[in-house]
């Protein structure tokens, strides 16, 4: 007779977004987390408010992207 074996896992992933923040209240930086890991978008930004970086975190690459939106690089 043959033997199964089930095994369970959760379908739904748990998304948060952690922000940083500068001494004077404006944000350093935001961060999306899927399950602990970084998967999505993150912005880094200077104390004054600007944002001077945009990434992002995909299936285990680091991607970067011009101000325009366009790729700039891709990372494993």
């Not at 007779?1 to 948060?16: G, I, N, R, Y």
């Not at 944000?27 to 999306?32: D, E, Q």
């Amino acid at each position: 007779m043959p033997e199964f074996l089930m095994m369970s896992s959760s379908v739904f992933a748990q998304t948060e977004i952690i922000q940083d923040y500068y001494s004077n209240g404006n944000v350093k930086s935001t961060i999306a987390y899927v399950d602990g890991f970084r998967n999505g978008n993150c912005n880094y930004y200077t104390k004054d408010g600007s944002r001077f970086s945009i990434m992002g975190y995909s299936s285990g690459l680091l991607i970067s992207f011009y101000d325009n939106g366009f790729t700039k690089s891709k990372v494993l």
